[in-house]
């Protein structure tokens, strides 16, 4: 694996130029140190002085294995490229009188897609005099969106774009189903209890 991006962007032990640094450690008093006290406390942990805020006034280093330093930093990294997912959008085409199969075949693949985590962009295109047909491509793209409440929501209400009527919608974002409450078992019955006669 290679950090070579990373490594120059940090100056380490003899690189750090300030006559003195101000250390943040688990185990150090959090202080500020001459550079040779800094140096001379890494060396003797066998470890590296770090420069991770140059610009700090003194500069902020860490007394650090700076291979672990750079592998944490590598993992941070991947870590938050991962957390942005591309998302895609997917298209699905209509005709201003598509017949029940070919729907329910559409539909099918749109639930698919939304399973996946993708966007769907549903349209209607309309083919020379079909246009006349609009509001019945706009019929169709909103009962589209209403077969697919359970999975998705509505981005973009149908609207003509050209000779294409479209709809955007979005995955919703799956819950967890909530486990139902265990019935209470119910309290026994209590008997009502005899007043005790009054001993004289």
Same mark, same amino acid.
């Given at each position: ?34 550079? =040779? ?56 085409? =209509? ?29 209607? =295109? =309309? ?74």
């Amino acid at each position: 694996m290679k950090n070579d991006t990373l490594k120059g962007q940090y100056r380490i032990n003899e690189q750090i130029r300030a006559k003195e640094v101000r250390i943040v450690s688990d185990d150090i008093e959090p202080k500020v140190y001459p550079i =040779f006290q800094a140096l001379k406390m890494a060396e003797e942990k066998e470890l590296d002085l770090v420069e991770i805020s140059p610009n700090a006034q003194p500069p902020v280093c860490r007394i650090i294995d700076y291979s672990k330093f750079l592998y944490q930093l590598k993992k941070r990294q991947k870590e938050q490229k991962a957390k942005q997912v591309k998302v895609n959008v997917k298209e699905i085409r =209509f005709g201003p009188q598509t017949d029940d199969h070919d729907y329910n075949f559409k539909l099918k693949h749109a639930k698919g897609f939304l399973e996946d985590g993708d966007k769907v962009k549903a349209y209607v =295109f =309309f083919k020379g005099r079909s246009i006349l047909f609009k509001e019945q491509g706009e019929v169709l793209l909103l009962r589209f969106a209403n077969d697919l409440e359970d999975y998705a929501k509505v981005d973009q209400m149908p609207m003509l774009e050209g000779k294409r009527m479209t709809i955007q919608l979005s995955p919703k974002k799956k819950e967890i189903p909530k486990k139902p409450a265990a019935p209470k078992p119910a309290a026994p019955a209590q008997k009502a209890e005899k007043p005790e006669a009054n001993e004289e």
